[in-house]
């Protein structure tokens, strides 16, 4: 009998936080994983008060092979189209397939959650849109490539609910409205190819950062989000499931929330935690309108 090949992710920005996360997950489920980013080496990226971030992608990678699956990592900026054009070429040339592509490497900037407006902070913020918007584009181009030629696949984005209310600034907020349009848009063009599209609204994560965050905050009100924040795994358990869902298709093109979306797959957090959803709070999901223009 032959053995089934195992199935194949990218996960971009995986040095640390919701990459790393995310990337562990499918690894429990046994696929191979790619893992992108710059980090060759601890500290090369710093927390919001300066202090040193954990975190390769080469660990990474070593903790994909340790918990099941495969790792494989891949040093690669995002802002640079011939290392993410390498990037997808290594991953057709080794493994001839590509099952999901999670966008999640994006810019983050220092002053990304100090309480400024806009022109009081530095104008490279708007970086996100270069790391995390165009990127995710350039990405998804060429996953597509491989994935309508194979007649299945998952491309997955990573937003917020910063899409919809005020968040961290116009320029983050921007970037996560417009990777949820990418994630419709794209769909249209993929009907009838069997690859489907996804934007998904993470609550509130437990990543390095937002442990150092929680630390240095005397908020109340944080420490309540933090308290059933969501995990990095948890996300990463709704995308397999999405991908493997013989009913997905009707998902493609939609933007979800995470936590909403993990009950039709009785997904739960550690300890079994159900995260909330912040809708009522913080905003829902635009629905997009229905009409194709060529």
Same mark, same amino acid.
């Given at each position: 009998?032959?053995?089934?090949?195992?199935?194949?992710?990218?996960?971009?920005?995986? %040095?640390?936080?919701?990459?790393?996360?995310?990337?562990?997950?499918?690894?429990?489920?046994?696929?191979?994983?790619?893992?992108?980013?710059?980090?060759?080496?601890?500290?090369?990226?710093?927390?919001?008060?300066?202090?040193?971030?954990?975190?390769?992608? +080469?660990?990474?990678?070593?903790?994909?092979?340790?918990?099941?699956?495969?790792?494989?990592?891949?040093? !690669?900026?995002?802002?640079?189209?011939?290392?993410?054009?390498?990037?997808?070429?290594?991953?057709?040339?080794?493994?001839?397939?590509?099952?999901?592509?999670?966008?999640?490497?994006?810019?983050?900037?220092?002053?990304?959650?100090?309480?400024?407006?806009?022109?009081?902070?530095?104008?490279?913020? !708007?970086?996100?849109?270069?790391?995390?918007?165009? %990127?995710? +584009?350039?990405?998804?181009?060429?996953?597509?490539?491989?994935?309508?030629?194979?007649?299945?696949?998952?491309?997955?984005?990573?937003?917020?609910?910063?899409?919809? !209310?005020?968040?961290?600034?116009? $320029? +983050?907020?921007?970037?996560?409205?417009?990777?949820?349009?990418?994630?419709?848009?794209?769909?249209?063009?993929?009907?009838?190819?069997?690859?489907?599209?996804?934007?998904?609204?993470?609550?509130?994560?437990?990543?390095?950062? %937002?442990?150092?965050?929680?630390?240095?905050?005397?908020?109340?009100? +944080?420490?309540?989000?933090?308290?059933?924040?969501?995990?990095?795994?948890?996300?990463?358990?709704?995308?397999?499931?999405? $991908?493997?869902?013989?009913?997905?298709?009707?998902?493609?093109?939609?933007?979800?929330?995470?936590?909403?979306?993990?009950?039709?797959?009785?997904?739960?957090?550690?300890?079994?935690?159900?995260?909330?959803?912040?809708?009522?709070?913080?905003?829902?999901? %635009?629905?997009?309108?229905?009409?194709?223009?060529?």
């Amino acid at each position: 009998m032959q053995q089934q090949q195992k199935q194949v992710a990218i996960v971009t920005g995986a %040095s640390r936080g919701a990459g790393r996360g995310i990337a562990l997950a499918l690894a429990k489920k046994g696929m191979v994983v790619y893992v992108t980013g710059r980090s060759t080496e601890v500290g090369s990226a710093l927390g919001w008060d300066g202090s040193v971030l954990p975190g390769t992608v +080469y660990a990474t990678a070593e903790e994909v092979t340790q918990v099941g699956g495969t790792g494989i990592a891949v040093i !690669c900026d995002h802002s640079d189209d011939a290392q993410t054009a390498a990037l997808f070429a290594q991953v057709e040339r080794e493994q001839g397939r590509l099952d999901i592509l999670v966008n999640n490497a994006a810019f983050i900037h220092g002053q990304l959650i100090e309480q400024k407006p806009f022109w009081e902070k530095e104008i490279d913020a !708007c970086k996100i849109l270069d790391v995390g918007l165009r %990127s995710a +584009y350039v990405a998804s181009w060429h996953a597509a490539k491989i994935m309508v030629r194979q007649g299945q696949g998952l491309i997955m984005f990573g937003s917020s609910f910063g899409a919809s !209310c005020y968040m961290h600034g116009p $320029a +983050y907020g921007a970037q996560k409205a417009g990777i949820d349009k990418l994630a419709h848009d794209m769909a249209v063009d993929f009907k009838d190819t069997g690859v489907r599209t996804i934007s998904i609204w993470m609550g509130p994560l437990l990543t390095e950062r %937002s442990a150092l965050a929680t630390d240095a905050s005397a908020d109340e009100q +944080y420490e309540q989000f933090m308290a059933t924040a969501e995990s990095p795994e948890f996300i990463g358990n709704i995308i397999y499931a999405i $991908a493997n869902d013989p009913q997905g298709a009707e998902l493609s093109g939609q933007t979800v929330i995470a936590a909403e979306i993990a009950q039709r797959f009785n997904i739960t957090d550690r300890d079994g935690l159900q995260p909330p959803s912040y809708r009522e709070m913080l905003g829902s999901p %635009s629905a997009p309108n229905p009409a194709v223009i060529y």
